[in-house]
T-cell receptor, first 113, second 110 residues
Framework: DVKVTQSSRYLVKRTGEKVFLECVQDMDHENMFWYRQDPGLGLRLIYFSYDVKMKEKGDIPEGYSVSREKKERFSLILESASTNQTSMYLC????????????FGPGTRLTVL | DAKTTQPNSMESNEEEPVHLPCNHSTISGTDYIHWYRQLPSQGPEYVIHGLTSNVNNRMASLAIAEDRKSSTLILHRATLRDAAVYYCILRGGSNYKLTFGKGTLLTVNP
């Protein structure tokens, strides 16, 4: 069974803290994605990576950075967490094409106080 | 991006078939129709996709209208584990990101 795992299901942080969200996939996919999901706003792409050390900004990259040092691992970093970054964060891996599937992790619900 | 329209919610009884509709009147000729679902407190999972012909897999069937302006996801025998939000999305060309709308919340009654 294909698997995307995320380091935490729930996380509570304070404003100004640096936050690391880790994602690991076991499908040998070139592409990995970070989305956030908010009620009424749907799913929004933060960043994606198409190869090790390669990244592209998504729709809402401000306040976030990413790191892809190994093919199977994609990290999302909140340099200085703010309350408006309280959200569900979803990692995915998969293809870019119109017939390709993206496989999602279980999500990390982050609360910034 | 071409838009899709789905009912906000639907209800079904266990063991009965469920037909989840999706309208996509501005679909382009190269857009594939994908369905994902999201169970409570889980990440989205892929269900099925198609272009023109009807498609079947172990999870569901996808019926696509001849003019491709609408499609229907069919769960042949709903179970309690099928209770989820179902998303219909279009993917075409260089659209690498998934854009989910509000989807349809399916409730399955025992």
């Amino acid at each position: 069974d294909v698997k995307v795992t995320q380091s935490s299901r729930y996380l509570v942080k304070r404003t100004g803290e640096k936050v690391f969200l880790e994602c690991v996939q076991d499908m040998d996919h070139e592409n990995m994605f970070w989305y956030r999901q908010d009620p009424g706003l749907g799913l929004r792409l933060i960043y994606f990576s198409y190869d090790v050390k390669m990244k592209e900004k998504g729709d809402i990259p401000e306040g976030y950075s990413v790191s892809r040092e190994k093919k199977e691992r994609f990290s999302l970093i909140l340099e200085s967490a703010s309350t408006n970054q309280t959200s569900m964060y979803l990692c995915a891996s998969g293809g870019l094409g119109s017939t390709d599937t993206q496989y999602f992790g279980p999500g990390t619900r982050l609360t910034v106080l | 991006d071409a838009k899709t329209t789905q009912p906000n919610s639907m209800e079904s009884n266990e063991e009965e078939p469920v037909h989840l509709p999706c309208n996509h009147s501005t679909i382009s000729g190269t857009d594939y129709i994908h369905w994902y679902r999201q169970l409570p407190s889980q990440g989205p999972e892929y269900v099925i996709h198609g272009l023109t012909s009807n498609v079947n897999n172990r999870m569901a069937s996808l019926a696509i209208a001849e003019d491709r302006k609408s499609s229907t996801l069919i769960l042949h025998r709903a179970t309690l584990r099928d209770a989820a939000v179902y998303y219909c999305i279009l993917r075409g060309g260089s659209n690498y990101k998934l854009t989910f709308g509000k989807g349809t919340l399916l409730t399955v009654n025992p």
